[in-house]
């Protein structure tokens, strides 16, 4: 079964650094999210993209935080600077006429 | 707005019994509802959803829920809970639902334990 693909598993970075994530939906999905889990909590969304265009991102931090989905496929959420609230995992999903397909997040921790 | 809630933080059931974690909703439309499953450090994985119809949806590994509208609540059940069940289970409502377009607000999940 395809699956979606996000990379690096795991991140530590120092606070005011900069730090970057990608994922790669699944071939031929048209929408892609990228969500916020911190521990203990739901997810909870911060940007949805319809092929390249924002179609969501009233809860993007806008200030640090940055996404873009540049060919309609893979996507990049930036985070700059870092800060201590922001360690969470960091999940993407897409989807097509179906529900969500999640991928493992990236674990990020700020130090 | 839109909310789901999961009154229970941590549920303990012994391998074998049987399994229902609540959740409830708030939303002013027909609700499209879904539960997942995390394993830590995972992400996570559809175990079924209800959009229309019968009232009871199956899913996978076993599970089932009933969407009762009189009483906002989504339930998940199980009737013989596995070790291997031992996850965290969310959940969700899909706001403005349709085709590729649906947003989902989750609830703040529910640890299930299994105790041998």
């Known amino acids: 079964e395809a699956e979606v693909a996000q990379s690096p598993r795991y991140k530590i970075t120092e606070k005011s650094q900069a730090v970057a994530f990608w994922c790669d939906p699944i071939s031929g999905h048209a929408t892609l999210y990228w969500y916020r889990q911190i521990l203990g909590q739901g997810p909870e969304l911060l940007v949805q993209?319809?092929?390249?265009?924002?179609?969501?991102d009233s809860q993007l931090p806008k200030d640090r935080f940055s996404a873009e989905r540049l060919k309609g496929v893979d996507s990049t959420l930036k985070i700059q600077p870092a800060e201590l609230g922001d360690s969470a995992m960091y999940l993407c999903?897409?989807?097509?006429?179906?529900?969500?397909?999640f991928g493992n997040g990236t674990r990020l921790t700020v130090t | 707005a839109q909310s789901v809630t999961q009154p229970d933080i941590h549920i303990t059931v012994s391998e074998g019994a049987s399994l229902e974690l609540r959740c409830n909703y708030s939303?002013?439309?027909?609700?499209?509802l879904f539960w997942y499953v995390q394993s830590p450090g995972q992400g996570l994985q559809l175990l079924l959803k209800y959009f229309s119809g019968d009232t009871l949806v199956q899913g996978i590994k076993g599970f089932e829920a009933e969407f009762k509208r009189s009483q906002s609540s989504f339930n998940l059940r199980k009737p013989s809970v596995h070790w291997s069940d031992a996850a965290e289970y969310f959940c969700?409502?899909?706001?403005?639902?349709?085709?590729?377009?649906?947003?989902?607000?989750f609830g703040k999940g529910t640890k299930l334990s299994v105790k041998p």
């Open positions: 969700a409502v899909a706001v403005n639902y349709g085709g590729s377009q649906g947003n989902l607000i």
């Open positions: 939303y002013g439309a027909t609700p499209y």
């Open positions: 993209f319809q092929d390249e265009s924002v179609v969501d």
């Open positions: 999903a897409s989807s097509l006429d179906s529900p969500l397909h």
